[in-house]
Structures are given as structure tokens and as C-alpha cells.
């Protein structure tokens, strides 16, 4: 179930994080171009994150554009009431997939470096996550923000089959 995009406008105190910055290098005729590539995801921390690529010629302006396309694609996610995953789920995109388990209170967050990104930003408190597969950092993020916006909540799972969330989780 995909989720529609979050209004940011409503969104208060977004904060930031530069996941990597890289310098791109096109060979032309007179010699190099140098551009910088910025991958940067944005949250509230209260379940709501986006990532973007921002592309310039100059570092902060790269940032800038990514941190607008960021907002551009912020999506909504359900937090329980550990501030974990509701269910474990697998995010995949191209070869980089990111495992996501439910865990309890007091567990923190086990990530490596860009899913930990995602998921602080997120606002999630308790989970257990391990990156398989390409260790590309814009794929992981990516992998991991697909992940998060396929969950569901036991309400919506209970919706869909028709049945009452008491029926479900029994």
C-alpha cells in the first residue's frame, strides 16, 4: 500500500542530515567539470522522513537542492507504542535491501550509517535492522525509506481482511 505524500507545511522543526557528499567529474573538451552530488534525508522525528539528491556545482547549493527534494518526498510512518516497526518487513531497491525487526523497549537503534540516518530522523526508538546486499549509501537509504513506507498498522491489516483488530491478534 503505497502512502501519498505528507504536506510540509503542516510539519514543524524538520532537521537534517547529509548523508554523503560526492564530487562527480565530467571530462570535456577544455578539460573537467567538477560537480558535487548530495544525498540528504529529512525528518521531524515524530514519523515523518523523505530523502533527496541534490545536484550543483557548489556543496551548499547541492544540499540545498537535496534538502528540497527531500521535502518534496517526505512520507508518513507508523511508530507503535516502543517506537519501533509494527511488523518486520524487508525493503528492497535495486540490490540493496534493509531487514527491519520489531523490537522492545530498551533495545535502541541497531543500524549501520544510512539506515541509522533514516530511521533517527524517522523518530523511531527501538530497532534492529542489518543491510544486505549493495552497500551503495543512496540505495540503502532508499531501500530502507521503501521499506517504511510499505508498513502497515494492525488497523489497516484488520481493514483490509475485514475483521476487528481484537480478531487479528489473536
Not at 4 to 20: A, G, R, W, Y
Not at 35 to 48: E, I
Not at 139 to 159: D, R, S
Amino acid at each position: 500500500m503505497k502512502r501519498s505524500m505528507v504536506d510540509v507545511s503542516q510539519i514543524e522543526e524538520l532537521k537534517e542530515n547529509v548523508v554523503s557528499i560526492k564530487r562527480v567529474t565530467k571530462v570535456v573538451k577544455g578539460g573537467r567539470n567538477m560537480r558535487f552530488t548530495a544525498l540528504v534525508v529529512v525528518g521531524d522525528k515524530k514519523g515523518h522522513v523523505g530523502a533527496g539528491l541534490g545536484k550543483a556545482t557548489e556543496v551548499p547549493e547541492a544540499i540545498r537542492k537535496g534538502k528540497e527534494a527531500a521535502m518534496k518526498h517526505m512520507i508518513e510512518l507508523p511508530l507503535d507504542e516502543n517506537g519501533s516497526v509494527p511488523h518486520d518487513y524487508i525493503g528492497k531497491f535495486g540490490s540493496a535491501t534493509v531487514l527491519m525487526k520489531r523490537s522492545p523497549e530498551g533495545t535502541g537503534i541497531i543500524a549501520g550509517g544510512p539506515v541509522r540516518n533514516v530511521l533517527e530522523l524517522a523518530g523511531f526508538k527501538n530497532i534492529r535492522t542489518k543491510s544486505l546486499g549493495s552497500n551503495n549509501k543512496q540505495n540503502v537509504v532508499l531501500a530502507t525509506i521503501a521499506g517504511l513506507n510499505e508498513l502497515k498498522t494492525p488497523e489497516q491489516v484488520a481493514a483490509a481482511r475485514g475483521i476487528s483488530v481484537d480478531e487479528l491478534m489473536a
